[in-house]
Nanobody, 116 residues
Framework: QVQLVESGGGLVQAGGSLRLSCAAS????????MGWYRQPPGKQREFVAT???????YYSVPVKGRFTVSRDNAKNTVYLQMNSLKPEDTAVYYC??????????WGQGTQVTVSS
């Protein structure tokens, strides 16, 4: 059984920063990609950023240049550094992990609220 545990969400003023973490644990697995999605209030879940096994990163247009995704392979952990936060970044942020066996896992979500 694989678990993803997220941390680092909270309330911040516009222009501020937050850092999210997501640690994977459980039975033996080999990670392919790890990344982040978010679900704003009343909207569908959307892609934010991801990092591949080889270290390539991808970002959605709204966060590019403000957010940075990184991973620590030794700790099976992915991070999301969020700078210059805007009220429209308010959402529940979910961690997603895809294994080399093409299995998909999601975290429980962490709330990020940006006040204007």
């Amino acid at each position: 059984q694989v678990q993803l545990v997220e941390s680092g969400g909270g309330l911040v003023q516009a222009g501020g920063s937050l850092r999210l973490s997501c640690a994977a644990s459980g039975s033996s697995f080999s990670i392919n990609a790890m990344g982040w999605y978010r679900q704003p209030p009343g909207k569908q879940r959307e892609f934010v950023a991801t990092t591949t096994r080889e270290g390539t990163t991808y970002y959605s247009v709204p966060v590019k240049g403000r957010f940075t995704v990184s991973r620590d392979n030794a700790k099976n952990t992915v991070y999301l550094q969020m700078n210059s936060l805007k009220p429209e970044d308010t959402a529940v942020y979910y961690c997603r992990m895809t294994t080399t066996g093409l299995r998909d896992y999601w975290g429980q979500g962490t709330q990020v609220t940006v006040s204007s």
